[in-house]
Nanobody
């Protein structure tokens, strides 16, 4: 099974930065479209960013140009550098990856906690 592992979360002050990363240890296949999602306390999980196999990105409106998603297909990793973090960014951040012959399967990590203090 494809398992994803997020890292890079932590406690930062408002206006600070974090670099989130997602790895797929032991996965030798090439993953397809990927994405970052987050779940704020008491809220539903929501899309943060998506990135296609060729690197095309899409962001939620709340990102406001503060995050940039990138991927390294050779290493099956995806990253989300962040800046100007706000208290509303406090959430568990998850990575997602499509896989399978037709890219119809989906894998999730366990999430990494981002806490932004004011």
């Amino acid at each position: 099974q494809v398992q994803l592992v997020e890292s890079g979360g932590g406690l930062v002050q408002a206006g600070g930065s974090l670099r989130l990363s997602c790895a797929a240890p032991g996965v030798i296949i090439s993953l397809k479209d990927k994405g970052w999602y987050r779940q704020r306390p008491g809220e539903e999980r929501e899309m943060v960013a998506t990135i296609t196999t060729d690197g095309t990105t899409k962001y939620a409106d709340f990102v406001k140009g503060r995050f940039t998603s990138s991927r390294d297909n050779a290493k099956n990793t995806v990253h989300l550098p962040t800046r100007a973090l706000e208290s509303d960014d406090t959430a568990v951040y998850y990575c997602n990856a499509r896989h399978g012959a037709r890219g119809l399967l989906s894998a999730w990590g366990q999430g990494t906690q981002v806490t932004v203090s004011s």
